[in-house]
């Protein structure tokens, strides 16, 4: 869901997309450039969209202090896929390489961290080797070695314990599935995957049975933390993650709030990537994103962790009085909704493409804040960011054009082609803490009505999505016809946006993100020519042939190219939103004004 990469590095587009965003934004909300910031020392309208606000300001000591509508999917390293679960979990872990922590598109490219450079590479690209820096530790004051971070890896290949987060790295190093996890490993040590070598606590070798152009990458992603063994708690391991950052767990209760206080044993000279300014950081969780909004208001809380944009009500209040505490970045991601095939009769194309057709595209757009704070209306499946995208130029369905508002006539053809000429009945599943998906469905479930497709919304735990839509099974069982989620890159490429989406080897009985479970052999031989293709025209070239098969397929509804109003309190500093997480603030560095 968040990071990056390519041979030429991450989202190129986005920058400019941005810009060009925030000067629209500008002429719709007014104000802009003019905004000199408030009385209380607020930043300014858009003062941190990919630039640095108020870097010189931070200071350490005082806490930080998170609110969320959602707690994470989950705070293990292996297991957590939410894009702001990532980031935030850069305070307790590191990995070799991660996300530079700088403003807009430099802020995708990766920089060592717990190693002292980038790979050294094998002319064959298949050999990649690392050193390990020296002072890195564990909370307890233990170095971290190799072998801990081969063991973190390894954990990868625990889907039966550990599911839901990316499995990248088990599909680049063991295609065959041949290792089977730390857990079920017969060596003494438990550190059998012969993918790895460790010659030494300092270096690490990885041998990829074939090349991988996005390799590195899937090793900037919180999956390729060091885990220590003897601190391995398996599925509770998400309780109290063991920290290799600046800070340590202090206490975590689910779904209430989250501690995390500085770990002492962390040494600022052995980590180039973190400032740790403050001296704790919690996070409250929130039932009502409304309730959240007011306290962010209010000036109990400095930033939203969920970074997903205001809700509606809070949104109004903030842009007609808090402007100047209001960011507008364009986001990574895409919001739409998705086809499960085991569902009938979404098995069938031509009552896929009833409910593209069918659609409202301006109400859904309207529903997720209009153009200003939801997005442009969303054509296509490939995000802006990524190399080989084409925006709403390409728009097969015409969503963004002449059926913009829907086209009845066109979906009443494809559901007398699917043997519905009367429409049908189906269930529309989306999370109940997301206001802004609650208000999408029920555009949706209007519209699709004047065609006959009557539609039951059934409101989901936000917190347990990789067991509720993240189960084929249970999917099929509820009768989920629709799911309304959203996506955005791991890294920046077609491999990282779209293959846990619509590769069929990437379907998974729980944690599964291929929820239309498509497993068509043409997108799965693209995938493979790409994973091999080394130039950058290539890889673009094949980008944009998946994204035309996707939509062919009929399997999602596109809403919206996703852009967010983020609010950050007059007391942070050093605030900046990062193309490495998707548009969101990169928390890493994040410090406040006046400690306290």
């Known amino acids: 869901m968040t990071t990056q990469r390519a041979s030429g590095r991450r989202k190129q587009a986005l920058a400019a997309v941005a810009a060009a965003a925030a000067l629209l934004t500008t002429a719709a909300c007014g104000g802009g450039s003019g905004d000199k910031g408030s009385k209380d020392g607020a930043a300014g309208f858009d003062a941190a969209n990919n630039k640095v606000a108020q870097a010189s300001l931070a200071k350490k000591g005082g806490t930080l202090k998170f609110g969320a509508a959602q707690d994470a999917d989950s705070w293990d390293t292996t297991r957590g896929y939410y894009g702001f679960m990532w980031n935030f979990s850069r305070y307790y872990s590191r990995q070799l390489v991660t996300n530079s922590p700088a403003a807009g598109k430099e802020g995708a490219k990766l920089t060592p961290d717990l190693a002292t450079g980038l790979a050294k590479i094998s002319a064959d690209g298949k050999t990649y080797t690392y050193t390990l820096r020296d002072g890195s530790t564990w909370e307890d004051g233990k170095p971290i070695t190799s072998k801990d971070v081969k063991y973190g890896i390894e954990r990868v290949w625990a889907q039966d314990v550990l599911s839901g987060g990316p499995t990248y790295l088990q599909e680049v190093l063991d295609p065959k599935g041949e290792y089977k996890g730390p857990y079920k490993d017969t060596s003494a040590d438990k550190l059998g995957l012969k993918a790895i070598d460790t010659p030494d606590d300092k270096t690490i070798v990885f041998h990829l049975p074939k090349a991988n152009s996005d390799f590195e990458e899937m090793l900037g992603l919180t999956s390729a933390s060091p885990v220590r063994q003897d601190k391995d708690t398996k599925s509770k391991y998400q309780l109290h993650p063991f920290s290799s950052g600046p800070y340590k767990f202090e206490s975590y209760n689910p779904g209430k709030d989250l501690t995390l206080v500085r770990n002492t044993e962390w040494k600022q000279a052995s980590d180039p990537v973190r400032k740790a300014y403050p001296d704790k950081i919690t996070m409250q969780f929130f039932s009502n994103a409304n309730d959240l909004?007011?306290?962010?208001?209010?000036?109990?809380?400095?930033?939203?962790?969920?970074?997903?944009?205001?809700?509606?009500?809070?949104?109004?209040?903030?842009?007609?009085?808090?402007?100047?505490?209001?960011?507008?970045?364009?986001?990574?991601?895409?919001?739409?909704?998705?086809?499960?095939?085991?569902v009938k009769p979404f098995d069938d194309i031509h009552c896929r493409k009833a409910v593209i057709y069918g659609a409202d595209h301006v109400s859904?757009?309207?529903?997720?804040?209009?153009?200003?704070?939801?997005?442009?209306?969303?054509?296509?499946?490939?995000?802006p960011s990524v190399a080989g995208a084409e925006g709403q130029k390409y728009d097969p369905y015409q969503l963004a054009g002449a059926g913009k508002s829907g086209n009845v006539a066109k979906a009443k053809e494809e559901l007398k082609a699917c043997g519905k000429p009367n429409g049908f009945k189906t269930t529309i599943a989306v999370r109940n803490n997301k206001p802004v998906e609650v208000a999408t469905a029920q555009s949706l479930q209007a519209s699709l009505k004047k065609i006959g497709i009557t539609v039951e919304i059934d409101q989901f735990d936000g917190s347990q999505t990789t067991g509720i839509i993240g189960s084929p099974s249970n999917v099929q069982k509820k009768g989920y016809g629709i799911i309304i989620m959203g996506w955005g890159p791991d890294f920046p490429s077609v491999q990282g946006f779209g293959r846990p989406l619509w590769d069929g080897s990437y379907i998974h009985e729980s944690g599964n993100n291929n929820y239309a479970l498509i497993d068509d052999k043409a997108i799965n031989g693209l995938f493979d020519q790409y994973t091999t293709t080394l130039d950058d025209a290539g890889k673009a070239q094949i980008s944009t042939q998946i994204n035309h098969k996707v939509m062919e397929g009929g399997y999602y509804l596109p809403f919206v190219f996703e852009k967010f109003i983020n609010w950050r309190s007059s007391n942070l500093a050093n605030v900046y939103t990062s193309d490495g997480y998707s548009g969101m603030y990169d928390f890493v560095n994040l410090g406040l004004k006046n400690p306290k």
Do not use: C, W
């Not at 205001?310 to 998705?338: C, F």
């Open 293 to 342: 909004d007011q306290r962010l208001i209010s000036g109990d809380l400095d930033l939203d962790a969920n970074q997903t944009g205001m809700s509606p009500q809070g949104r109004t209040e903030a842009l007609k009085q808090h402007k100047e505490n209001l960011d507008n970045p364009v986001s990574g991601y895409i919001r739409y909704a998705v086809f499960p095939q085991s």
């Open 364 to 383: 859904l757009q309207t529903a997720r804040g209009g153009p200003v704070a939801g997005g442009d209306i969303g054509t296509n499946m490939l995000p």
